[in-house]
């Protein structure tokens, strides 16, 4: 017992830590930013215009080739960093403000989103490095890859049924305005209040349309041994394209995707770290 109240008093003054809060918060710009630049490419793939991957690969890339991209990418991967300690302790001790199934979903959530930082810090490291190459294209070959060998995929398939899950959990979690537990919502006024709770229903809801989007072509793709289906984020979007108000659909899903970049920034300020 001893030793657990000992790793919760390390964890906790790790997570009191002014810089690293700091830090955290500055991650929230560049997510932000990161998403904003996502929205841009779907605008670009809604109306043909983009070569460019429609994902946060494709917008790190983006923002590397801009006056200033090497240090915007630097420092955008110390901010995700940053988030993804803090996640990473929010997983192991935090959300104690919550009980029961509440408290074990937001630590799950912790858990996904530390991944999700680690991943795109990293993307940006390699970005900076020019060393990225096409995260549709390598997802692609995995899936293909995996397909090939025995229970492969079923493997692709439960992945892609994981993605879809996650997906709609977003969209439930946006339209239902649980994002708010997390934020500081007296330090608001009521116009801020209004806005932030808007940008975030919108936000969590697009970007939880465009993965389970991506999960669904991702389970199609296992059924019926398509790998090039197997392309994430940048096949749903494109094969949204391509549907009967394809453009239209995919603009909507845009300035949702900017809502919630919007809504970083907004996270940047108000969040509870």
Not at 130 to 159: C, H, P, Y
Request: hydrophobic letters at 50%; glycine letters at 10%.
């Amino acid at each position: 017992m001893s030793l657990t109240r000992n790793a919760e008093a390390t964890a906790s003054q790790a997570a009191n830590s002014r810089w690293l809060e700091l830090l955290t918060r500055a991650g929230f710009i560049g997510y932000g930013i990161v998403h904003l630049l996502f929205a841009w490419l779907a605008l670009q793939i809604a109306f043909g215009k983009s070569g460019e991957e429609g994902n946060q690969n494709g917008a790190l890339r983006t923002l590397g080739a801009q006056p200033l991209g090497k240090f915007l990418l630097i420092a955008v991967a110390v901010g995700l960093i940053a988030m993804a300690i803090w996640q990473a302790l929010e997983a192991a001790f935090g959300h104690r403000f919550l009980r029961g199934k509440d408290r074990i979903f937001e630590r799950i959530a912790s858990v996904v989103r530390t991944v999700v930082f680690l991943w795109l810090a990293w993307t940006a490291i390699k970005v900076f490095q020019d060393a990225s190459s096409n995260a549709a294209d390598k997802q692609q070959a995995l899936s293909e890859k995996l397909m090939a060998s025995n229970g492969g995929r079923w493997l692709v398939g439960l992945a892609g049924l994981v993605l879809a899950c996650v997906g709609i959990g977003m969209i439930i979690y946006g339209l239902k305005k649980k994002f708010e537990r997390n934020l500081k919502i007296g330090a608001m006024s009521p116009k801020t209040h209004t806005l932030t709770r808007r940008l975030g229903m919108a936000g969590y809801a697009a970007r939880g349309a465009v993965f389970a989007i991506a999960g669904f072509l991702i389970i199609v793709a296992a059924v019926k041994y398509d790998p090039a289906k197997a392309r994430g984020l940048d096949a749903a979007l494109r094969t949204l394209r391509d549907q009967a108000y394809g453009p239209v659909l995919l603009t909507l899903m845009a300035l949702g995707i900017a809502a919630f970049g919007l809504y970083c920034f907004l996270q940047s300020r108000y969040r509870k770290v």
